[in-house]
């Protein structure tokens, strides 16, 4: 009985653990990634989207939306001894030289660390469930 209650202290001791590290490096790589794009061109901002046929949206396009009318009939878009299927080049906009987004200032690592800590708690009944489930398949295994 003493081992059961030592193997099932181990998983839920070790777990909360595991559980806190990999939230904590994934919060910092989630909150750090938009720096990253930034401070890699020097820039202190994030460059616009590249290879986009978008132009950004501002404020002032976003007065003047209007919804997008239902789609022409693809043979009136054709012009003369044209076919369908001949390539036509995309019309694009393009980006306006310079231009760039914002970049958010990243979260600081003691608020990553609290909720890394705070979603570590999830660990104690993980490992208990873990140490269960180890239980079941050593019982299914050896009997």
């Not at 132009?55 to 022409?72: H, L, R």
């Not at 958010?104 to 999830?122: C, H, Q, V």
């Amino acid at each position: 009985m003493r081992k059961l209650a030592r193997e099932a202290v181990i998983f839920m001791l070790l777990t909360p653990i595991v559980v806190f590290v990999s939230s904590f490096i994934y919060l910092y790589h989630d909150a750090h990634k938009s720096v990253a794009v930034g401070l890699s061109a020097g820039t202190g901002t994030v460059p616009a989207v590249p290879n986009s046929s978008l132009p950004p949206i501002t404020a002032e396009a976003m007065k003047t939306f209007q919804p997008i009318p239902a789609a022409p009939n693809p043979q009136s878009l054709l012009r003369p001894g044209e076919t369908p299927g001949t390539p036509v080049a995309a019309a694009t906009t393009p980006i306006p030289p310079g231009f760039m987004y914002p970049v958010t200032p990243p979260t600081p690592i003691l608020e990553l660390l609290g909720d890394s800590l705070l979603f570590g708690l999830y660990g104690f009944p993980v490992g208990f469930g873990f140490w269960a489930f180890y239980r079941v398949v050593r019982f299914a295994i050896k009997g």
